[in-house]
């Protein structure tokens, strides 16, 4: 990762004292998904890709769909930054992996306004197999960190831990719109 070589800033981390309070732990870490294991961002995925599946196989259409995408990629993202150097403290850690709400902002930037071809919206297995490919595609764009997500992930604090996630979404969601618009 970029800023695992950056040691001056590893340094600021490793002086910081280690919080006293761990409630906000569970804010970081998604509501507990980040400290799942094997694999904490595959598994911090999963919250927003469950709730976006949940919205499509109720019927949630678009542009409220991708407007609620949006929305929660905001909150997300603020929470983040608000709490990053929290958790670069009680984490011991420049980008704790436990910390998975960047993986929510990443998804949920993936899903807004990728539109779902008709065969995929509605049903139970059709709208979790259009959901499990933009799964993949976040998932493969975060792993890969395709330029400019490697140096953006060398920002400091909540910034880096971010920032990152919302280039691997903002690549994944331009693949999908690819996608589905040629295939579809």
Known sequence: MGHHSNEAYAAKVAGLPRPTN???????????????RPAPGSWGTVGPAALYWLALLYGLGDPWRSIWCLVGA?????????????????????????????EFSGFWITAAFVPVPERFSHGFWPTWLFTAG??????????????????????????????????AGLQANLVAQIIVRLAF
Do not use: H
């Open 134 to 167: 933009l799964y993949i595609l976040f998932r493969l764009t975060d792993t890969l960190k395709i330029p400019p997500a490697r140096q953006l992930e060398g920002l400091p604090w909540g910034w880096g831990i971010l920032l990152d996630d919302v280039a």
């Open 22 to 36: 761990s409630w906000p732990r569970w804010v970081v870490s998604g509501g507990g998904l980040g400290l799942l």
């Open 74 to 102: 905001i909150i997300t993202g603020v929470l983040l930054i608000y709490y990053g150097k929290w958790a670069c403290a009680y984490f011991q850690k420049v980008d704790p992996g436990s910390v998975v709400l960047d």
